[in-house]
């Protein structure tokens, strides 16, 4: 059973928006920050934004701040990210990802989680 599973991604024009979602199947996944990443050809996989396990605190990275909103269901075990006014350069395999221990680890670094889906593809045309 894969522990992650994305959706939601496809072609936008810029300006346009699209809705991510993120199902879980790990027993714990509301215990633990759950967050977006994403990753284009030739460049290294980023954080996009992250959510605590209680859905109170949030981070985004600067580039999407004002556009991007993550939530999270932890009754349905599903995380969401909903992305407007989306711009080419969002163009990317997009990621979410558990975070391995709310104690310690960046929640901006990738090695701070320990499960990940596969990815959904988001591109966006200019």
């Known amino acids: 059973q894969v522990p992650l599973v994305e959706s939601g991604g496809g072609l936008v024009q810029a300006g346009g928006s699209l809705r991510l979602s993120c199902a879980a199947s790990i027993r714990t996944f509301s215990d633990y920050t759950l967050a977006w990443f994403r990753q284009a050809p030739g460049k290294e996989r980023e954080f996009v934004a992250g959510v605590s396990w209680s859905g109170d605190y949030k981070r985004y990275r600067d580039s999407v701040t004002g556009r991007f909103t993550i939530s999270r269901d932890n009754a349905n075990n599903t995380a969401s990210l909903q992305m407007n006014s989306l711009k080419p350069e969002a163009t990317a395999v997009y990621l979410c990802?558990?975070?391995?221990?709310?104690?310690?680890?960046?929640?901006?670094?990738?090695?701070?989680?320990?499960?990940w889906g596969q990815g959904t593809q988001v591109t966006v045309s200019s």
């Open positions: 990802a558990k975070k391995t221990s709310e104690e310690y680890g960046s929640i901006w670094a990738s090695r701070s989680y320990d499960n």
